[in-house]
């Protein structure tokens, strides 16, 4: 079984859509949570962390559930900008970090 | 400003080379990290380095060998590569380990 394991996309969606991507992992002693975004050919760039309350930046909503190891992320109002692929990442103590595969999002008019 | 700088952008090398990729960070940032990642692929962990001591290797092959010469640096020092080993290596960073991890733009390498 994989660490962490992701929605394997491709989502397609219309513009002004809303999306949800998941992602479960398998260490219930990692620390901390993170989404990034990663465009073709780019870094990853980090878009949220992840807390036990729940966060909100603007149109980006993710949540965190410890009881079942999962995390989500949700896209409301979706921009042709959004279009990327979107990495959850499980990290450890140590740093040591785990993606999951990535699911590749594409937003069009 | 959160900024992670790799050197050099690209990098073609043969089998019998050496060569080294360079990472700088200056946000004082006590962890640094070294992430190869294949297309389509996500980022795979190689290298944990913490307060400038190495804390993790993922069982990397000797042929790929860090340096941390201070705490804002990280070097990887690559000998005798596998075309396989073609890939994006991409630096970060975090305040300490378990931190948020902020990338550089990746040095794109090509084994041939």
Known sequence: RKEVEQDPGPFNVPEGATVAFNCTYSN??????????????????????????????GRFTAQLNRASQYISLLIRDSKLSDSATYLCAVNGLYGDMRFGA???????? | DTEVTQTPKHLVMGMTNKKSLKCEQHMGHRAMYWYKQKAKKPPELMFVYSYEKLSINESVPSRFS?????????????????????????????????????????????VT
Do not use: I
């Open chain 1, 102 to 109: 990535g699911t590749r999002l594409t937003v069009k008019p």
């Open chain 1, 28 to 57: 219930s002693a990692s620390q901390s949570f993170f989404w990034y975004r990663q465009d073709c050919r780019k870094e990853p760039k980090l878009l949220m962390s992840v807390y036990s309350s729940g966060n909100e930046d």
């Open chain 2, 66 to 110: 860090p340096e941390c010469p201070n705490s804002s640096l990280l070097n990887l020092h690559l000998h005798a590569l596998q075309p396989e080993d073609s890939a994006l290596y991409l630096c970060a960073s975090s305040q300490a380990p378990g931190y948020e991890q902020y990338f550089g733009p990746g040095t794109r390498l090509t």
